[in-house]
Nanobody, 122 residues
């Protein structure tokens, strides 16, 4: 089970840190990802991290502004979002993949959290 939190309302240029807490004792065996979705649009990839944290991958739209990280001791993955823009407004979902490596496709992931809303005002 995945529980995302940390969303909220922020002004453009601001920052937020999302967290995703996972239950279970095998968290360190899963690669993790963050996706986002705007109503009426498809869910899109944002960032991914390998099971060890040694490899990360970002969508071009967030590269240089967002940082994904994980703490396997706390069963938690984070998404630090800086220099936020109004177009980053979306519901953000964390996802877990039963594989060691990063993935960027929706079908790469096996488990999904419930989502947390991020709203960036201009």
């Amino acid at each position: 089970q995945l529980q995302a939190s940390g969303g909220g309302l922020v002004q453009a240029g601001g920052c937020l840190r999302l967290s995703c807490a996972a239950s279970g004792r095998t968290f360190s065996l899963y690669a993790m990802g963050w996706f986002r979705q705007v109503p009426g649009k498809e869910r899109e990839f944002a960032a991914a991290i390998s099971w060890s944290g040694g490899s990360t991958y970002y969508a071009d739209s967030v590269k240089g502004r967002f940082t994904i990280s994980r703490n396997n001791g706390k069963n938690t993955v984070y998404l630090q979002m800086n220099s936020l823009r109004p177009e980053d407004t979306a519901v953000y979902y964390c996802a877990a993949r039963r594989d060691s490596g990063t993935g960027y496709l929706f079908d790469d992931y096996d488990y999904w959290g419930q989502g947390t809303l991020v709203t960036v005002s201009s």
